[in-house]
C-alpha cells in the first residue's frame, strides 16, 4: 500500500507517519509531481494545487482515501472523485487557531482604521481619526466548523452578540446567542454589525454572499472573508464600499490569487486585503501530521475517521466521537 504525501513534510514528518504506516510505502512528493504520483496511491494527504486527472485516477481503482491538509475540500472535490468510493477527510479545525487569529488582527485594523495611521506615519504625520469598537457589536459568523467556533470563543470576551448560521447547526454554546440553519442566512445579515465568512466551497456556497446579500447587511457594517474567494462576489463588495454601504471590509481570500493587476480590488475604499495567509503557523505541519497520524490510525484499525465528509455536501457533519 502506498501512501502518498503532498505537503510540505520534513523528514522528521516523514519518520513520524512512517511509524503509524507501518509497511507501507510513504512517498513525499512535489507539487508539480502530484498528477503522475497520484496513479499509483492508495492513500492520499495534501492539497493538490497543479491540474489532476481526477477521472484518470478514480478508473485506476486504487486510491482509496483523500486525506486533505486543508480545510477546504475544493482542490478534490472533482465529480469523479464525489461519484467515486473513495473516503475524503478535511482537516477542519486543525488551523482553526491561527485562523481565528487572523479574523481578530483584521477586525482590529479595519475597525482601529490602522491603514490610516500607517500611512500618516510614512509621511511622519501624527494624525488623528476616529475609530470603530469591537465591544457591543453584533456578529454574525456564516459557517459554525471548527473555524467559525473559534472564531466565537475569541470574540467571547470581547462581549458581543454572536449568532451563526451552518447546516448542520447544534446547540450554541454558552457565548453564543443562537445557531440557525444556512437559510436563515438573511436573518443574520439583517442584525450583523460585523459578518465573518467561515464557510467551505461547495457549489450552495459558491457566490452566496453577492449584491442582494450585501443590501441586507445594515448601512455601516463590515464584512471579512477567511474562507474561499469565490464564496463572495467581489464586484458586489467593491461596490458596496464604493457607496459607503459598507464601513470596511477584510479578505484573506480572493477569487485569483494573487488578483490580476486590473482587479477591482485593489482600489477598493476601506478594503484590507491579506494574501490567503490565516492558517500560517510555525507549527502548522507539526499540527497537520499529527492529525494525518491519528487518522491514519483510525484508518487501519477500521475506526471512524475525523472530518470524514459528505461528499453530496461538500464538508464534514458534526464529530459524534
Not at 491538509?69 to 482542490?75: N, T, V
Not at 482553526?96 to 500607517?118: N, S, Y
Not at 473559534?150 to 447546516?167: C, G, M, Q, S
Request: net charge negative; charged share 25%.
Amino acid at each position: 500500500m502506498r501512501l502518498v504525501l503532498g505537503y510540505p513534510v520534513k523528514s522528521h514528518h516523514v519518520e513520524q507517519i512512517c511509524q503509524v504506516a507501518a509497511g507501507m510505502d510513504v512517498a513525499a512528493v512535489r507539487q508539480e509531481n502530484l498528477a503522475h504520483e497520484l496513479l499509483d496511491a492508495d492513500l492520499f494527504c495534501g492539497h493538490v494545487k497543479v491540474p489532476v486527472d481526477w477521472e484518470r485516477i478514480v478508473s485506476g481503482d486504487r486510491l482509496r482515501w483523500i486525506q486533505s491538509s486543508a480545510a477546504g475540500l475544493d482542490h478534490c472535490m472533482h465529480p469523479a472523485v464525489i461519484e467515486s468510493d473513495i473516503i475524503v477527510c478535511s482537516a477542519s479545525g486543525v488551523l482553526a487557531d491561527q485562523v481565528a487569529e487572523h479574523t481578530l488582527a483584521l477586525l482590529g485594523t479595519v475597525l482601529r482604521r490602522l491603514p490610516v495611521f500607517i500611512e500618516a506615519q510614512q509621511r511622519r504625520d501624527f494624525v488623528r481619526q476616529p475609530t470603530d469598537d469591537l465591544h457591543g457589536k453584533r456578529v454574525g459568523i456564516v459557517g459554525f466548523g471548527g473555524v467559525g467556533r473559534r472564531i466565537a470563543e475569541l470574540l467571547a470576551p470581547y462581549r458581543v452578540e454572536i449568532v451563526a448560521t451552518d447546516y448542520f447547526p447544534q446547540s450554541a454554546p454558552a457565548h453564543v446567542d443562537a445557531v440557525w440553519e444556512a437559510d436563515a442566512l438573511p436573518e443574520l445579515l439583517q442584525r450583523s454589525d460585523i459578518v465573518i465568512l467561515c464557510v467551505p466551497l461547495t457549489e450552495q456556497t459558491r457566490e452566496m454572499i453577492g449584491e442582494l446579500q450585501l443590501a441586507m447587511m445594515p448601512a455601516g457594517s463590515v464584512l471579512v472573508n477567511v474562507c474561499r474567494g469565490d464564496v463572495l462576489v467581489e464586484s458586489a463588495l467593491v461596490d458596496a464600499l464604493k457607496r459607503e454601504h459598507l464601513a470596511a471590509a477584510a479578505i484573506d481570500v480572493a477569487r485569483q490569487e494573487p488578483p490580476g493587476a486590473d482587479s477591482l480590488l485593489w482600489d477598493a475604499p476601506r478594503l484590507v486585503i491579506t494574501p490567503h495567509v490565516a492558517g500560517q503557523s510555525a507549527v502548522r505541519i507539526d499540527q497537520m501530521t499529527d492529525f494525518l497520524c491519528e487518522n491514519l490510525r483510525r484508518y487501519r484499525e477500521n475506526l471512524p475517521l475525523r472530518n470524514q465528509v459528505d461528499k453530496r455536501l461538500g464538508f464534514p457533519p458534526p464529530q459524534t466521537f
